[in-house]
């Protein structure tokens, strides 16, 4: 079965921090992993995917195929980052995307 | 362009009643995706349309509920004879393109919350 687990349903650091939000898969075949970000009043919208190997924001992903894992990293959290994120998983060529059911991640002063 | 538009941003329906719900894609996109999410959960893909066309509706009910994108004018969300459970939020979401580094992603709608008496 095609499914993203997101472990936590609250995650609180501190400022300046290192945060890691958890996201595994399970999926047949080869997936295109994503993590999208919500901040309040805002839509959601894509922070990054795997196959870009992209920092945004100071994030970073990396798909570990092995572990079926996708966990999104910052070394220094910052209070702007408080926000909603959801990991989501796409066949390679689909077009049907699978989402998680969010980490809220909270940053404290 | 100002982005994937929905409407009405919250409706209140009664049960039994049908409830419309609008999405009109950003601009150039003609790849649209329904999406449902219910309290404390991720959202739930239901459909995926291109003009005129249903490409994969697996994730919508097999009662009540269609989806439609015409040649012009917005995408629609029909359902039929609302009853509680179909309380949720309701996201849209558009794309230029299925495949490749950026033609799929994914640019989503602010959303309606449906509510049924």
């Known amino acids: 079965a095609q499914r993203v687990t997101q472990p936590e349903k609250l995650l609180s650091v501190f400022k300046g921090a290192p945060v890691e939000l958890k996201c595994n898969y399970s999926?047949?075949?080869?997936?295109?992993l994503f993590w999208y970000v919500q901040y309040s009043r805002q839509r959601l919208q894509l922070l990054l995917r795997?196959?870009s190997r992209e920092s945004i924001k100071g994030f970073t992903a990396d798909l570990n195929k092995g572990e079926t894992s996708f966990h999104l990293k910052k070394p220094f959290a910052q209070e702007e980052d408080s926000a909603m994120y959801y990991c989501?998983?796409?066949?390679?060529?689909?077009?049907?995307?699978?989402f998680g059911a969010g980490t809220r991640l909270f940053v404290k002063a | 362009n100002a982005g994937v538009m929905q409407n009405p941003r919250h409706l209140v329906r009664r049960r039994g009643q049908e409830a419309r719900l609008r999405c009109s894609p950003m601009?150039?996109?003609?790849?649209v995706y329904w999406y449902r999410q219910l309290p404390e959960e991720g959202l739930k893909f239901m459909v995926y349309?291109?003009?005129?066309?249903?490409?994969?509706e697996s994730g919508m009910p097999k009662e009540r509920f269609s989806a439609e994108f015409p040649k012009e004018g917005p995408s629609i969300l029909r359902i039929q004879q609302v009853v509680r459970g179909d309380s949720a939020a309701y996201f849209c979401?558009?794309?230029?393109?299925?495949?490749?580094?950026?033609?799929?992603?994914?640019?989503f709608g602010p959303g309606t919350r449906l509510t049924v008496l």
């Open positions: 979401a558009s794309s230029s393109g299925t495949s490749g580094s950026t033609a799929d992603t994914q640019y």
């Open positions: 601009k150039g996109h003609s790849h």
């Open positions: 989501a998983l796409k066949g390679t060529g689909g077009f049907k995307t699978i």
């Open positions: 349309l291109q003009k005129e066309n249903i490409i994969d």
């Open positions: 795997h196959i």
């Open positions: 999926y047949s075949g080869s997936p295109e």
